[in-house]
């Protein structure tokens, strides 16, 4: 029963120091790894950081080319708009003339349907 008594005592003082060591040991890489693994966050958050900001500069970049090339292509648009508007303008004011001028002559030939008329009446 002694023996069973040492080998308990041996044993409960192995367990106290391996707690004991495991507590120290724990405690001291608990705080390395934190620091370490606060590092490495910090590191990742500013390299995820720098990446973003990398993309969004490309985006911006991108996303002024294509407001640059769609700005283009509306003055474009308004150029092509106003030569055709101008170019119908012109048709229309040809037209207008043409109109006129088949009026006018209509009015004289009307006159002149007229003047005869006139002159049957008076023979």
């Given at each position: 029963?002694?023996?069973?008594?040492k080998d308990r005592a041996l044993v409960g003082v192995v367990t106290a120091l391996?707690?004991?060591?495991?507590?120290?040991?724990?405690?001291?890489?608990?705080?390395q790894g934190?620091?370490?693994?606060?590092?490495?966050?910090?590191?990742?958050g500013q390299q995820a950081r720098q990446e973003v900001n990398k993309k969004v500069e490309a985006g911006q970049e991108d996303l002024k080319k294509k407001v640059d090339d769609l700005q283009k292509k509306v003055?474009?648009?308004?150029?092509d708009l106003k030569?055709?508007?101008d170019?119908?303008?012109?048709?229309?004011?040809d037209v207008q003339k043409?109109?006129?001028?088949?009026?006018?002559?209509?009015?004289?030939?009307l006159k002149k349907?007229?003047?005869?008329e006139q002159q049957t009446q008076k023979k």
């Open positions: 029963m002694r023996k069973m008594t391996a707690l004991l060591v495991l507590a120290v040991g724990c405690g001291l890489v608990s705080d934190r620091q370490e693994a606060k590092k490495k966050v910090e590191a990742k003055e474009t648009g308004q150029e030569k055709k508007v170019e119908v303008q012109t048709k229309m004011d043409k109109v006129t001028d088949l009026q006018n002559k209509v009015n004289e030939l349907v007229e003047d005869q």
